[in-house]
């Protein structure tokens, strides 16, 4: 049986100079998620934010249905990595505007560590993680490129299973970006009720310290 249950959606995206070489494909891969999700059964609003030394709000909850398509007036690669406060306010604006009975699926997607932040810190990112993840329900889906995005994103708390590393290539950002449509898809079904492929079975099934993200992720590559 299916719930009436409302989905928000949060798509992080880095707009750092670094993502200049896949800016075009985290443009359609952000487009081609907007389509999916459309697709789903069940209510869901989209928060999208993109960041590089400042934080930007582009979408603020807005109906999916609404979402218009990305372009590149609006993204476009630029300053550097502050990673820490785009994902601390997201959480914490998140946390303030859902309602109980909500599901929260937050996807970060960003080729580089932290190197600029002003406002939250490595502990005040942390803490909100659990907080959202662990003690509210949020599903969070963390894609690094340039790094050891399994390590780093552990530290910060995020599950293993929803963690994976990518190439920083136009192949890896259209890939990584399709991994986060199969998650957010997945997790979205088994909390409404909606139908599951096998595969989708498998990802929610899988536990905690699985690497069934890059599973995924490698068949999409």
């Known amino acids: 049986m299916k719930k009436s249950t409302k989905t928000n959606l949060y798509f992080v995206a880095d707009r750092s100079g670094s993502m ?8 359609g891969g952000f487009n081609s998620f907007v389509k999916s999700q459309k697709e789903q059964p069940g209510e869901a609003n989209l928060t999208y934010v993109q960041f590089d030394s400042a934080y930007e709000v582009i979408h603020d909850a807005v109906p ?3 979402v218009p398509k990305l372009t590149s007036k609006v993204y476009s690669a630029r300053g550097m990595t502050a990673l820490y406060d785009a994902v601390g306010k997201i959480i914490t604006d998140g946390i303030a505007k859902s309602k109980p009975g ?13 190197n600029s932040s002003k406002i939250y810190t490595y502990e005040a990112v942390k803490a909100l993680i659990n907080l959202a993840q662990d003690k509210l329900g949020w599903e969070i889906v963390f894609l690094g490129a340039n790094m050891d995005a399994r390590s780093y994103g552990m530290n910060l708390g995020i599950k293993a299973k929803n963690i994976a590393t990518f190439d920083a290539s136009s192949v890896g950002a259209t890939a990584a970006i399709n991994t986060m449509n199969f998650a957010s898809t997945s997790y979205r079904g088994m909390l409404t009720g909606a139908a599951l492929t096998h595969d989708m079975e498998v990802f ?8 069934a993200l890059d599973d995924v992720y490698k068949k999409c590559n």
């Open 102 to 114: 909500d599901v929260n699926i937050l996807n970060i997607i960003t080729d580089g560590e932290e």
């Open 64 to 66: 999916i249905s609404d």
């Open 204 to 211: 929610i099934k899988s536990s905690h310290t699985s690497s």
């Open 20 to 27: 200049e070489n896949m800016a075009k494909e985290v443009i």
